[in-house]
Protein backbone atom coordinates (compact mmCIF):
# COMPACT_ATOMS: atom_id res chain seq x y z
CA UNK A 1 0.00 0.00 0.00
CA UNK A 2 0.86 3.87 -0.47
CA UNK A 3 1.88 5.78 2.93
CA UNK A 4 -1.29 8.08 1.99
CA UNK A 5 -3.66 4.93 1.56
CA UNK A 6 -2.45 3.61 4.94
CA UNK A 7 -2.77 7.06 6.51
CA UNK A 8 -6.57 7.02 4.89
CA UNK A 9 -7.64 3.43 4.83
CA UNK A 10 -6.33 3.13 8.77
CA UNK A 11 -8.42 6.54 9.72
CA UNK A 12 -11.41 4.62 8.87
CA UNK A 13 -10.71 1.69 10.32
CA UNK A 14 -9.52 2.86 13.84
CA UNK A 15 -13.58 3.32 15.17
CA UNK A 16 -14.14 -0.07 14.33
CA UNK A 17 -11.42 -1.97 13.95
CA UNK A 18 -11.37 -3.36 17.77
CA UNK A 19 -15.01 -5.10 16.80
CA UNK A 20 -14.26 -6.40 13.55
CA UNK A 21 -10.95 -7.39 12.02
CA UNK A 22 -9.47 -7.21 15.40
CA UNK A 23 -11.94 -9.68 17.29
CA UNK A 24 -11.17 -12.11 14.41
CA UNK A 25 -7.71 -12.05 14.72
CA UNK A 26 -7.46 -12.02 18.96
CA UNK A 27 -7.10 -15.80 19.25
CA UNK A 28 -3.66 -15.15 17.19
CA UNK A 29 -2.61 -12.18 19.08
CA UNK A 30 -2.77 -13.31 22.31
CA UNK A 31 -1.01 -16.89 21.26
CA UNK A 32 1.23 -14.48 19.52
CA UNK A 33 2.37 -12.57 22.77
CA UNK A 34 2.34 -15.51 25.27
CA UNK A 35 4.78 -16.84 22.76
CA UNK A 36 6.89 -13.79 23.43
CA UNK A 37 5.66 -13.78 27.44
CA UNK A 38 8.30 -16.89 27.44
CA UNK A 39 11.42 -14.23 27.18
CA UNK A 40 12.25 -11.19 28.89
CA UNK A 41 13.67 -7.56 28.37
CA UNK A 42 12.68 -4.99 25.73
CA UNK A 43 10.14 -5.64 22.69
CA UNK A 44 9.09 -3.22 20.05
CA UNK A 45 6.12 -3.89 18.69
CA UNK A 46 5.63 -2.34 14.65
CA UNK A 47 2.21 -1.41 13.47
CA UNK A 48 1.12 -1.29 17.16
CA UNK A 49 -2.71 -0.40 15.82
CA UNK A 50 -5.12 0.25 18.14
CA UNK A 51 -3.01 -1.71 20.71
CA UNK A 52 -5.21 -4.73 20.99
CA UNK A 53 -1.63 -7.02 22.17
CA UNK A 54 -1.15 -4.49 25.02
CA UNK A 55 -3.15 -5.80 27.67
CA UNK A 56 -1.81 -9.42 27.32
CA UNK A 57 2.27 -8.52 27.61
CA UNK A 58 3.24 -9.81 31.33
CA UNK A 59 4.44 -6.94 33.36
CA UNK A 60 8.00 -7.20 33.51
CA UNK A 61 8.48 -6.80 29.79
CA UNK A 62 9.05 -3.30 28.68
CA UNK A 63 7.13 -2.77 25.26
CA UNK A 64 7.50 -0.02 22.99
CA UNK A 65 4.67 0.50 20.37
CA UNK A 66 5.23 2.07 16.92
CA UNK A 67 2.03 3.10 14.15
CA UNK A 68 2.14 5.70 11.44
CA UNK A 69 -2.06 6.03 11.85
CA UNK A 70 -2.52 8.77 14.74
CA UNK A 71 -6.08 7.10 14.82
CA UNK A 72 -4.79 4.14 15.76
CA UNK A 73 -2.34 5.08 17.98
CA UNK A 74 -5.09 7.36 19.99
CA UNK A 75 -7.16 4.23 20.50
CA UNK A 76 -3.91 2.21 21.59
CA UNK A 77 -3.30 4.93 24.30
CA UNK A 78 -6.60 5.21 25.25
CA UNK A 79 -6.22 1.52 26.44
CA UNK A 80 -2.84 1.95 28.27
CA UNK A 81 -4.36 5.15 30.10
CA UNK A 82 -7.63 3.17 31.33
CA UNK A 83 -5.95 0.00 31.88
CA UNK A 84 -2.80 1.50 33.37
CA UNK A 85 -0.86 -0.98 31.48
CA UNK A 86 2.70 0.15 33.24
CA UNK A 87 4.70 -2.10 30.69
CA UNK A 88 3.93 -0.10 27.71
CA UNK A 89 6.67 2.65 28.34
CA UNK A 90 6.04 4.17 24.95
CA UNK A 91 3.94 5.12 21.82
CA UNK A 92 5.06 6.48 19.26
CA UNK A 93 3.88 7.92 15.63
CA UNK A 94 6.16 6.41 13.17
CA UNK A 95 6.99 5.11 10.08
CA UNK A 96 8.16 1.61 9.76
CA UNK A 97 10.48 1.84 6.99
CA UNK A 98 12.74 4.56 9.07
CA UNK A 99 12.77 3.10 12.49
CA UNK A 100 13.98 6.00 15.32
CA UNK A 101 15.67 3.38 17.35
CA UNK A 102 19.14 2.36 17.45
CA UNK A 103 20.67 -0.72 16.11
CA UNK A 104 20.79 -3.75 17.86
CA UNK A 105 18.12 -2.38 20.32
CA UNK A 106 15.05 -4.57 21.11
CA UNK A 107 15.06 -8.21 22.44
CA UNK A 108 12.23 -9.18 20.63
CA UNK A 109 10.17 -7.38 17.28
CA UNK A 110 6.98 -8.29 16.63
CA UNK A 111 4.90 -7.21 13.45
CA UNK A 112 1.28 -8.43 13.74
CA UNK A 113 -0.96 -7.81 10.47
CA UNK A 114 1.36 -5.49 9.41
CA UNK A 115 3.90 -6.82 6.46
CA UNK A 116 0.99 -7.22 4.35
CA UNK A 117 -0.43 -3.37 4.58
CA UNK A 118 3.11 -1.68 5.16
CA UNK A 119 4.52 0.16 1.46
CA UNK A 120 7.97 -1.74 0.96
CA UNK A 121 7.61 -4.56 3.05
CA UNK A 122 11.30 -5.97 2.53
CA UNK A 123 12.68 -2.18 3.66
CA UNK A 124 10.56 -2.79 6.56
CA UNK A 125 12.25 -6.03 7.42
CA UNK A 126 15.53 -4.51 7.42
CA UNK A 127 14.51 -1.75 10.01
CA UNK A 128 13.27 -4.66 11.55
CA UNK A 129 16.82 -6.91 11.42
CA UNK A 130 18.67 -3.59 12.49
CA UNK A 131 17.18 -2.76 15.42
CA UNK A 132 16.98 -6.26 16.86
CA UNK A 133 19.32 -7.18 19.25
CA UNK A 134 21.74 -10.49 18.25
CA UNK A 135 20.38 -13.30 19.27
CA UNK A 136 17.32 -11.82 19.43
CA UNK A 137 13.95 -12.53 17.61
CA UNK A 138 11.53 -11.57 15.40
CA UNK A 139 8.02 -12.71 15.57
CA UNK A 140 5.36 -12.08 12.92
CA UNK A 141 1.64 -12.95 12.18
CA UNK A 142 0.50 -12.42 9.48
CA UNK A 143 -1.49 -13.78 6.35
CA UNK A 144 0.57 -14.82 3.02
CA UNK A 145 -0.97 -15.64 -0.26
CA UNK A 146 -1.99 -19.27 -0.98
CA UNK A 147 -0.72 -21.06 -4.00
CA UNK A 148 -3.79 -22.98 -4.94
CA UNK A 149 -7.62 -23.58 -3.94
CA UNK A 150 -10.73 -21.80 -4.15
CA UNK A 151 -9.19 -18.79 -1.58
CA UNK A 152 -5.94 -18.19 -3.40
CA UNK A 153 -8.20 -17.12 -6.72
CA UNK A 154 -9.88 -14.50 -4.06
CA UNK A 155 -7.35 -13.30 -2.67
CA UNK A 156 -5.97 -12.93 -6.71
CA UNK A 157 -9.06 -11.01 -7.13
CA UNK A 158 -9.25 -9.24 -4.39
CA UNK A 159 -5.63 -7.76 -4.65
CA UNK A 160 -6.47 -4.71 -7.06
CA UNK A 161 -8.23 -3.57 -3.69
CA UNK A 162 -5.49 -3.42 -1.45
CA UNK A 163 -5.80 0.59 -0.79
CA UNK A 164 -9.32 0.17 -0.32
CA UNK A 165 -9.49 -3.10 2.08
CA UNK A 166 -6.55 -1.85 3.92
CA UNK A 167 -4.15 -4.38 3.12
CA UNK A 168 -2.55 -6.72 -0.07
CA UNK A 169 -4.58 -10.29 0.15
CA UNK A 170 -2.02 -12.03 -2.23
CA UNK A 171 1.51 -11.40 -0.09
CA UNK A 172 4.02 -13.68 -0.54
CA UNK A 173 6.10 -15.12 2.37
CA UNK A 174 9.45 -14.96 0.64
CA UNK A 175 9.10 -10.78 0.79
CA UNK A 176 9.83 -11.33 4.58
CA UNK A 177 12.19 -14.22 4.73
CA UNK A 178 14.93 -11.38 2.47
CA UNK A 179 16.76 -10.44 5.23
CA UNK A 180 20.55 -12.20 5.17
CA UNK A 181 20.65 -11.42 9.13
CA UNK A 182 17.31 -13.39 10.19
CA UNK A 183 16.95 -17.15 9.65
CA UNK A 184 13.54 -18.75 10.00
CA UNK A 185 12.81 -20.50 13.91
CA UNK A 186 9.45 -21.32 13.53
CA UNK A 187 6.65 -21.70 10.67
CA UNK A 188 3.52 -22.76 11.27
CA UNK A 189 0.19 -21.89 11.10
CA UNK A 190 -2.27 -19.70 13.19
CA UNK A 191 -5.60 -18.68 14.35
CA UNK A 192 -8.12 -17.86 13.43
CA UNK A 193 -8.73 -21.54 11.68
CA UNK A 194 -5.30 -21.32 10.27
CA UNK A 195 -5.58 -18.72 8.01
CA UNK A 196 -2.12 -17.05 9.19
CA UNK A 197 1.11 -17.98 9.28
CA UNK A 198 3.08 -18.07 12.91
CA UNK A 199 6.69 -16.85 12.58
CA UNK A 200 10.01 -16.78 14.44
CA UNK A 201 13.19 -15.19 12.91
CA UNK A 202 16.27 -15.48 15.05
CA UNK A 203 18.96 -12.66 14.25
CA UNK A 204 22.41 -13.90 14.06
C1 LIG B 1 -4.14 -4.52 10.18
S1 LIG B 1 -3.47 -3.29 11.27
C2 LIG B 1 -2.70 -4.32 12.52
C3 LIG B 1 -2.64 -3.62 13.87
C4 LIG B 1 -2.14 -4.49 15.02
N1 LIG B 1 -0.79 -4.96 14.81
C5 LIG B 1 -3.06 -5.64 15.27
O1 LIG B 1 -2.60 -6.81 15.25
O2 LIG B 1 -4.24 -5.41 15.50
C6 LIG B 1 -2.06 -2.67 10.37
C7 LIG B 1 -1.38 -1.49 11.04
O3 LIG B 1 -0.16 -1.19 10.35
C8 LIG B 1 0.01 0.22 10.40
N2 LIG B 1 0.96 0.65 9.35
C9 LIG B 1 0.81 0.58 8.02
N3 LIG B 1 1.88 1.10 7.39
C10 LIG B 1 2.73 1.51 8.34
C11 LIG B 1 4.02 2.11 8.32
N4 LIG B 1 4.65 2.40 7.18
N5 LIG B 1 4.60 2.40 9.50
C12 LIG B 1 3.99 2.09 10.68
N6 LIG B 1 2.77 1.52 10.76
C13 LIG B 1 2.14 1.22 9.60
C14 LIG B 1 -1.41 0.74 10.17
O4 LIG B 1 -1.54 2.10 10.53
C15 LIG B 1 -2.23 -0.21 11.04
O5 LIG B 1 -2.39 0.26 12.34
Known amino acids: MELNAVRNSYARWAPIYDQTFGRLTNAGRRRSVAYINQYTGTVLEVGVGTGLSLPHYKPDLAVTGIDFSEEMLDK ?20 ARTLD ?13 VLSVVPEPERVMSEIARVCKP ?70
Open 101 to 113: FPDDHFDTVTAMH
Open 76 to 95: ARDKVRLRKLDHVTELRQMD
Open 135 to 204: GGQVVIANHFARERGFLAILERLTAPLENVLGWHSDFAIERVLQDPRLSVDLNRPHPPFGMMTFLVLRKA
